[in-house]
């Protein structure tokens, strides 16, 4: 009874013995049942790309890359024009000039002539006017008649040639100022033509010759100055004739008015 209970025990204790070591002799992870020796393989995941960090949104700037002038949309104050152009307008401008020269020698004359026949009326009006007189002091009243009607005829005349006279000489300084228009005009179109020489200098040097070209640039803005101004006179003369213009179209109408009344017209 004895032997048979330690045989039981020897038996058990080699069973535990076998089931342990057969479990010690497992690798990990290959039964997923068994609770006892299984650790699990933990796979870490690679890290993931970290993204950019975000940028605020800034416009663009409007001078990026432009200089200021391009930026506020500078323009060439004096249009650019052809130095063929301008030497057509400027030989115009001589043209003008000379006319404006015959003009006044002809005008002068005419107001000469005009002024002398004015005299010849006044002295005829004092003419009749002492004739009048006699009339009247010989009780001359026939005579005297005739010589008052006469009297008005030759003051309506007097008159006309008076008005004539007087648009002479708005016609002479309408002509002085056609004159010095041309004059002005001469002047603004021959710093024009300077401008436009230096421009086409400066073409020809930009990008290739810095130095020539800020002193191109110092020249060209002296001559635009210069340019300005002499418009500027020249739309003053402008002005001046236009007025003279009105001034000889009133006179013209007194005129026409007067010659209606010496030619017995109403």
Known sequence: MTLCRGSLQIAALLSTIVVTSSLGAQEPGQNPDSAVGYAPTVTTPPPAAQAPAAVPYAPPSPTAGRTVAEALG????????????????????????READAR??????????????????????STVEARIKLADKQKQEGDKTALEAEKKVVERQKQFLERREALHGAELDQAKAAKQLGRSEQKALEVELQLA??????????????????????????????????????????????????????????????QRAASGSR
């Open 197 to 258: 020489g230096r421009r086409e200098d400066r073409a020809n040097v930009v990008g290739v010759d810095a130095t020539a070209t800020l002193r191109h640039d110092e020249v060209i803005r002296e001559l635009e100055r210069k340019t300005l101004e002499a418009q500027r006179q020249r739309a003053e003369a402008a002005k001046d004739v236009a007025s003279r213009d009105q001034d000889i179209a009133k006179r013209r109408l007194d005129l026409y008015q007067a």
């Open 74 to 97: 500078f323009i060439d104050v004096i249009p650019v024009r052809g130095a063929e152009r301008i030497r057509s307008e400027l030989e115009s401008a001589k043209a003008a000039e």
């Open 104 to 125: 006044i020698s002809e005008i002068g004359s005419q107001r000469s002539q005009t002024k002398a026949m004015v005299e010849v009326r006044k002295q005829e009006v």
